[in-house]
């Protein structure tokens, strides 16, 4: 949808600026919704399509589009907890058949256990909201267990399993967690040693978000407290792409990760 407006607005030769005026938003809002950062509702994309001249079968094709992705997110729901740019991301990873990611500091949502992201949210964000918050990290799991899984790939730092969030209870039960899931056949989790020295995501945990449907490109996003960012230009999702590969180069393979997890598990024990 993103793609699509922005290439509909080039087509018209209307700037952002002009777009955004006509429209009735600011250009950082319209800016934000074309590079799929916020999602846009379905009056809005209305206005879109009116404004950018298209009409007809097209136009309500995508006008369908909007609502119903408005009306089968189940993570709506938890929108008084989740700021809308992480709804948006939550509803790219629903719908996702793959998803490869690099994390640096914590154990990725999707492997998280209930205490383990209970005392991240804590450390995080506070108090406040959190067991809705916690609740909604459990849901986005279902990712993994339902009837087509998502195919996940983790690379993870050495240093998250050496770090004792939450002590050593809640730290030996997320390794174990961790080690379980490991074992199943769409999940390859990988540790990056801390022997293995420098690498090139030093500064950049990531998730790669790829699509069944061939005319859905795959999507980057990036985020931290306050934002999120997708990118999906062909040259920079290929430069993350050759980025993954590269550190599950470098990361110990699937089943000494595993064994790797168990040792740590132990540790905490």
């Given at each position: 949808?993103?793609?699509?407006?922005r290439q509909?607005r080039?087509?018209?030769?209307?700037?952002?600026?002009?777009?955004?005026?006509?429209l009735?938003m600011s250009?950082?809002?319209?800016?934000r919704?074309?590079?799929a950062q916020?999602?846009?509702k379905?009056r809005?994309?209305?206005?879109?399509l009116?404004l950018y001249?298209?009409?007809?079968v097209?136009?309500?094709?995508?006008?369908?589009?909007a609502?119903?992705a408005?009306?089968r997110?189940w993570?709506q729901?938890?929108?008084?907890?989740?700021?809308?740019?992480?709804e948006?991301y939550v509803g790219?990873e629903?719908e996702?058949a793959?998803?490869r990611?690099?994390?640096?500091?914590?154990?990725p949502g999707?492997?998280?256990t209930?205490a383990?992201a209970r005392?991240i949210y804590?450390?995080?964000?506070?108090?406040?909201?959190?067991?809705?918050k916690?609740?909604?990290?459990?849901?986005?799991?279902?990712?993994?267990h339902?009837?087509?899984p998502?195919?996940?790939s983790?690379?993870?730092?050495e240093?998250?399993?050496l770090?004792p969030?939450?002590?050593?209870a809640?730290?030996a039960?997320?390794?174990?967690?961790m080690?379980?899931?490991?074992?199943?056949?769409n999940?390859?989790?990988q540790?990056?040693?801390?022997?293995?020295g420098?690498?090139?995501a030093m500064?950049?945990?990531?998730?790669i978000?790829g699509?069944?449907?061939?005319?859905?490109?795959?999507?980057?996003?990036?985020?931290n407290?306050?934002?999120g960012?997708a990118?999906e230009?062909?040259a920079?999702?290929q430069?993350?792409?050759?980025?993954?590969?590269e550190l599950?180069?470098m990361?110990?393979?699937p089943?000494a990760?595993?064994a790797?997890l168990?040792e740590?598990?132990r540790n905490f024990?």
């Amino acid at each position: 949808m993103a793609r699509e407006l922005r290439q509909l607005r080039e087509c018209a030769g209307m700037t952002l600026d002009v777009a955004a005026r006509q429209l009735d938003m600011s250009k950082s809002n319209l800016s934000r919704i074309e590079n799929a950062q916020i999602g846009i509702k379905p009056r809005d994309v209305r206005a879109a399509l009116a404004l950018y001249e298209v009409t007809g079968v097209d136009a309500e094709a995508l006008i369908e589009i909007a609502r119903g992705a408005q009306q089968r997110g189940w993570w709506q729901k938890y929108s008084d907890v989740l700021p809308e740019w992480f709804e948006f991301y939550v509803g790219l990873e629903a719908e996702a058949a793959t998803l490869r990611t690099y994390e640096a500091e914590a154990v990725p949502g999707l492997l998280q256990t209930e205490a383990y992201a209970r005392e991240i949210y804590r450390i995080t964000a506070g108090e406040d909201g959190i067991e809705r918050k916690v609740a909604a990290r459990l849901r986005r799991q279902d990712v993994l267990h339902r009837e087509s899984p998502v195919q996940l790939s983790v690379v993870l730092n050495e240093a998250v399993l050496l770090r004792p969030v939450g002590g050593t209870a809640v730290m030996a039960d997320q390794l174990t967690h961790m080690t379980r899931l490991a074992q199943l056949p769409n999940v390859a989790i990988q540790v990056l040693p801390l022997g293995a020295g420098g690498h090139p995501a030093m500064s950049t945990p990531y998730v790669i978000l790829g699509f069944a449907e061939a005319a859905d490109a795959s999507v980057v996003y990036l985020d931290n407290l306050t934002m999120g960012l997708a990118l999906e230009d062909v040259a920079q999702v290929q430069r993350y792409s050759l980025l993954h590969e590269e550190l599950c180069r470098m990361a110990l393979d699937p089943a000494a990760s595993l064994a790797r997890l168990a040792e740590a598990s132990r540790n905490f024990a």
